[in-house]
């Protein structure tokens, strides 16, 4: 069982950064391809962005691309999420998910799953 723990959330202006971290308590952390999702109230939970398990390969929600940035550090059991410029549309908790394979846009194809972290962007 894998577990996941995001911080680095808060509250911000618009056009500000934020990192999210998001550290896994397995050392298997490294076979995983790691997710980031995003969800406000009464909606889908959406792709953000993902990362191989080796980090080479990403992908990212077109809204995203640009300013958004996935890494990780499997050392440290860690993957993040840099976000620039954010826009008050980017206002959502940001879940961080795990799942063996390949890179994957979908939450069900994610078997493991953070608490969650809250960002708000005001304008």
């Known amino acids: 069982q894998v577990q996941l723990v995001e911080s680095g959330g808060g509250s911000v202006q618009a056009g500000a950064s934020l990192r999210l971290s998001c550290t896994a308590s397995?050392?298997?952390?490294?076979?995983?391809?790691m997710g980031w999702f995003r969800q406000t109230p009464g909606k889908e939970r959406e792709f953000v962005a993902s990362i191989s398990w080796t980090g080479d390969r990403t992908e990212y929600q077109d809204s995203v691309k640009g300013r958004f940035t996935v890494s990780r550090d499997n050392a440290k059991n860690t993957v993040y999420l840099q976000m620039n410029s954010l826009k008050p549309e980017d206002t959502a908790v940001y879940y961080c998910?795990?799942?063996?394979?390949?890179?994957?846009?979908?939450?069900?194809?994610?078997?493991?799953w953070g608490q969650g972290t809250q960002v708000t962007v005001s304008s």
């Open positions: 397995e050392r298997t952390f490294k076979n995983y391809v």
């Open positions: 998910a795990a799942r063996s394979g390949v890179l994957a846009p979908t939450a069900n194809d994610y078997r493991y």
